[in-house]
């Protein structure tokens, strides 16, 4: 007999506020507890020295973190001049020292030679595989770790501010699979400079921001309130981006079983016309309720996942 899971069924999205220092996994740990969850998983890893916007998917809401993984995600972050490090941030060991203190000018011209499409090498210390070990494994054990450029995508890159000769904050808009590190090397490099990254945060992951952020310690004073819901957002906030069909009770009873629906020719038209390039996902919903997420073709709509959220 399979081992029962224990906790709740509780579902929904925490757009959690990481602090500094915590790791992702810890992170997803305290807030399942918090709520008492029986399943809980995150859409985009935060490194520890990184803060900022985590979402956190609890009960059936993880179905839908596939969905997140190609949601745009927003950076700000400081390059610290004069000094860099073989993790490209201020917990590694100094590879390199110089006197070079780069102009705001000089950054903001360089900056446009990383917009688009690009390719770019992964930091040592990332958690690539290697023949079966994380690349951080390997260059924490003093191993050479020698990654392939891979193609990423980074739609916007800006100063946003320069406090002073020695730090550089920027922002960026990227798709998935970039990295901050290695954008700051690359950049120290252009410039004919040493530098790391001294502080990160993330602001956005597609619809999950600092405006509909909480910190741990507001979901804490929640659930010591018992008001924890408060702190919980849709499971279908993930899905912000993918047309919604409205069901009737018997179209939604078919879909839960698995089985597809016949759409009327101006409902196949309209989603049609909202979906994104190249895709046929379409949310299925009951009045408030999401039903499913299925595949349109042919004139139905085919489940591909359920959700039991009566």
Same mark, same amino acid.
């Given at each position: ?105 000089? /950054?903001?011209? =360089? *900056? ?11 930091? @040592? +210390? &990332? ?107 849709? /499971?279908?906030? =993930? *899905? ?11 179209? @939604? +009873? &078919? ?56």
């Amino acid at each position: 007999m399979g081992r029962r899971k224990s906790g709740l069924n509780i579902h929904g999205w925490v757009c959690l506020d990481k602090p500094l220092g915590m790791g992702s996994t810890e992170a997803v740990t305290r807030v399942r507890r918090l709520f008492g969850a029986n399943k809980a998983g995150h859409a985009g890893t935060l490194d520890p020295l990184a803060t900022g916007i985590l979402p956190i998917a609890l009960g059936e809401a993880t179905k839908t973190v596939p969905f997140m993984m190609e949601a745009r995600k927003a950076y700000r972050f400081t390059i610290q001049w004069g000094v860099s490090t073989d993790s490209v941030d201020r917990e590694g060991r100094e590879t390199g020292r110089s006197d070079v203190r780069p102009r705001v000018e000089a /950054v903001k011209a =360089a *900056l446009p030679a990383f917009v688009g499409d690009i390719q770019q090498v992964p930091p @040592a +210390f &990332s958690a690539i595989k290697i023949n079966g070990e994380r690349a951080y494994d390997l260059a924490r054990g003093g191993e050479m770790v020698e990654l392939a450029a891979r193609a990423v995508t980074i739609h916007s890159a800006e100063v946003a501010a320069a406090p002073d000769a020695d730090h550089v904050e920027i922002r960026i808009e990227t798709g998935k699979g970039v990295y901050v590190r290695s954008l700051a090397r690359d950049l120290a490099a252009a410039l004919g400079a040493e530098g790391h990254v001294s502080a990160l945060r993330r602001e956005r992951v597609g619809p999950f921001s600092t405006q509909n952020a909480v910190t741990l310690d507001f979901l804490t004073d929640l659930v010591h309130r018992d008001a924890a819901f408060e702190g919980l957002l849709p /499971v279908s906030t =993930a *899905l912000d981006d993918i047309p919604e069909l409205a069901v009737t009770e018997q179209d @939604a +009873f &078919s879909l839960r079983q698995g089985r597809p629906i016949v759409l009327l020719p101006r409902q196949v038209e309209t989603l049609k016309s909202r979906l994104r390039d190249g895709s046929r996902i379409v949310s299925a919903f009951q009045g408030q309720t999401l039903v499913a997420l299925g595949q349109l073709r042919a004139g139905r709509l085919e489940p591909d996942r359920v959700f039991n959220l009566q």
